[in-house]
């Protein structure tokens, strides 16, 4: 079986050979080849294009190239390194701690756009959680897309996971209110609630969202426990605004980013931490069940530069 850490690199390798490229390939890591002045503008260009933005993007090379003027025989490698701990310094505290309420079920509401995968990762989610030893319950309050129910009905019965579900037109923060009572009568550990995809522009689509949170507190005052946003990695930079305007609307306690193992723009990752500093709890990184993994900013920065972490 892979190891998170072998995870994480097979699942940026849309990102990292831009900066395999950038410091001379060896073998299967940066090698041991010096770098020099062009080298740096290509590592700066593949840093722009890999989404990171100016900040980080700034603070990296800024480092990296005050080590070179100290060292014109700096190895690649040597300077992956430094670029690896810098990014991993911008990104400390970044990996969500995650804690379940301690009474009644933890809800966690997932919440984000059409497309973005929500969805498949809901269940997903319930499956990790499950495998974590935590008995998991989904509601389906999805009901404003027609085909999202049978979607979310497949992967549980897929996985074995208790739905409770509803109507395709069905009030959503009804079937939140009957998920709940189902999840607190069996004793379950989660309960995770797929919300409609929606655009973070309809307001009538973010007050169902304010509802469903009404309607839980009636149950647990301290409901959601977490409402987590679950963006599409591909979509680089352009998830900030949208992360932004979702947790000024509901906020959120979390971030889930999917497809990074199918875009060369995971840098954005830094950037949605960067501005709003919300914790980033797991990745996607590949299509299967397993490949949904909890977050490590310290594996996440080796994997992009190419570098190995001892386990």
Known sequence: MKSLFNRFKDGLRKTTPTFYAAFGKVGSMFGGKAIDASTLDTLEEALYTADFGVETTDEILT????????????????????GAKVLTGILEGSSGKFETCGDGPTVITMIGVNGSGKTTTTAKLANYFRDEGLSTLVGACDTFRAAANEQIKSWCEKLNIPLVSSHHGADAAAVAFDAYASAKGKGADILILDTAGRLHNKSNLMNELSKIKRVLQKQSPSAPHHSWLVVDGSLGSNSIEQARVFHESFGLTGIIITKLDGTSRGGALAGIYRELKLPIFFVGLGEKVEDLQRFNEEFYSNAVFGLEVEL
Do not use: D
Not at 64 to 82: H, M, S, T
């Open 63 to 82: 480092e990296i190239r005050e080590a070179y003027r100290n060292n014109k025989e700096l190895r690649g490698q040597e300077a992956a390194a430094i």
